[in-house]
Structures are given as structure tokens and as C-alpha cells.
């Protein structure tokens, strides 16, 4: 399969850093509500490795830290954060796998997985509520991120992210149109400027799963898992733990 990341890699790391100043804290937060006291922290979908990063810092200690991450390009990025860092060096272990794949152990304190959800299709989420189910030790919890949209429609192109390195300038650009009757797909235009005038210039589509909150309730509910917002509700942060828990 094509991997997206092959061609926005290089642009991603860079344009998501003022997004995780507010979403690496909030993490942190939510992180100090999971009632397991001790265990390994999944972090699929771990992407660059901000959130690897943030899970360490609101859990200092020894507890194992799993990054799952499946395009190699984001795991390039992904593990040398990691070797980088010897607070990270030793406790992250860096997966090349896929949330739907992973092999993750039992007894885990929280699996994490934000913006992750909209790139998995509706069996695979409903895979990740199951092992989710399985795999957390008692008082665990699986922390998502959920945003809009959650039907499928149109999205105006609008600028995400913009950051200056140097002597060039670097933006992202997004937007979506509806694709299926639960997903959209995304264009994303990353430029490179100097001075006001455009280098080069990088299109990218990405396949996305849409669903609405309560859906989603409804799916982890199935798995024995409760649903419920934690954070600021403009990060969407949401706190999945078993039935009675």
C-alpha cells in the first residue's frame, strides 16, 4: 500500500508543533485521571513522536512506552526523537506496526491514539475497542482524539500551520470532499517560500473515516468500554474505560 507520509514527511513534524503546545499538556492531563497505577503506555499511531514525548513527561518513571507507528518515514522521525533524548532512549520502544496489528501486551496502564481514529476504517476501529477491552489492566483507560467532521462533507481550503525555518518559509494548506458514505478525502498542499515567493509545492491526499461522537460511544460500548470527554473540548480528547471501572 502507498504510503502518504512518503511525500509530507518532511513537512509534518514541522507544521504540527504549534498544535501539540496545547496538546501535549492536555495529554498530560488526561494521562494523570487513569486509575492503573503502573504498566506499559501504547502510544499506535505515535507518528513524530510528540505524544511519545508528552506521555513520558506526565508518567516520569520506568513503566515502558510502546510507539507504534507503521510508515517508516514517520518512524525515521519517530525514533531518532527518541534515541535523541536519554529520558526517552530508555523506556520507548519503537514498533513497526499498525494500530490493527500491534502486539501489544496485557496489563497495559493506557493505550493512546490521537488522530488516529480517522484513519481507520470501521472494522479496524472496532478492533481497537476490542484489544482496547482486552489488553488494559484494571483502572486503564484508552485515550482518543475525536474532531470534526463527522459526516462526510466538503471542507473549504483553509491554511493549517505555518512555521519559518532559516531563511524559508513553510505552510499547510487542507482540504476535503466527501468520498463514500463514511469518509472524505483530504488535500493537502504543503509550499516552501522565499521572500514571498513559492519554491516548490507538495499535493497529498489522505483517505479519512468519519464518525460522530455518539457512534463512536455506541462501537466501544459494544466492546465494554464507556466513553467520556476529558480536557479542553476544542482538542476533543476523550477518556475510553470497561464498564463498571
Known amino acids: 500500500m502507498l504510503d502518504p507520509y512518503e511525500r509530507s514527511a518532511e513537512?509534518?513534524?514541522?507544521?504540527?508543533?504549534?498544535?501539540w503546545q496545547s496538546l501535549g499538556p492536555a495529554l498530560g492531563e488526561v494521562l494523570q485521571q487513569v486509575r492503573a497505577g503502573s504498566g506499559p503506555v501504547a502510544d499506535v499511531g505515535?507518528?513524530?513522536?510528540?505524544?511519545?514525548?508528552?506521555i513520558c513527561a506526565a508518567?516520569?518513571?520506568?513503566?515502558?512506552?510502546?510507539?507504534?507507528e507503521p510508515s517508516s518515514v514517520m518512524r525515521a522521525v519517530l525514533l531518532a526523537r527518541v534515541h535523541e533524548a536519554p529520558e526517552l532512549r530508555e523506556r520507548v520502544t519503537v514498533l513497526?506496526?499498525?494500530?490493527?496489528?500491534?502486539?501489544?501486551?496485557?496489563?497495559?496502564?493506557a493505550i493512546v491514539a490521537v488522530n488516529v481514529l480517522g484513519h481507520l476504517p470501521p472494522d479496524e476501529r472496532r478492533f481497537l475497542w476490542e484489544s482496547a477491552s482486552r489488553r488494559l489492566a484494571p483502572g486503564g483507560a484508552l485515550i482518543v482524539s475525536v474532531t470534526p467532521p463527522f459526516v462526510p462533507e466538503r471542507i473549504p481550503r483553509t491554511r493549517m500551520a505555518t512555521a519559518t525555518v532559516g531563511a524559508l518559509h513553510y505552510e499547510g494548506w487542507a482540504?476535503?470532499?466527501p468520498s463514500g458514505a463514511d469518509e472524505i478525502t483530504w488535500r493537502m498542499d504543503y509550499r516552501v517560500l522565499?521572500?514571498?515567493l513559492p519554491l516548490s509545492e507538495v499535493a497529498v491526499d489522505y483517505r479519512w473515516w468519519v464518525a460522530s461522537e455518539g457512534q463512536l460511544a455506541e462501537e466501544a460500548a459494544e466492546a465494554g468500554l464507556v466513553m467520556r470527554a476529558a480536557g479542553k473540548p476544542d482538542l476533543g480528547l476523550q477518556l475510553l474505560t470497561r464498564q463498571g471501572e
Not at 59 to 68: F, H, K, T
Not at 96 to 109: E, T
Open 11 to 19: 513537512f509534518l513534524d514541522l507544521l504540527i508543533a504549534g498544535t
Open 46 to 54: 505515535a507518528g513524530t513522536g510528540r505524544g511519545v514525548r508528552a
Open 59 to 68: 508518567l516520569p518513571g520506568d513503566d515502558p512506552v510502546l510507539a507504534v
Open 96 to 109: 513497526a506496526q499498525d494500530a490493527a496489528h500491534a502486539s501489544l501486551p496485557d496489563g497495559l496502564r
Open 175 to 177: 482540504t476535503a470532499e
Open 194 to 196: 522565499r521572500d514571498g
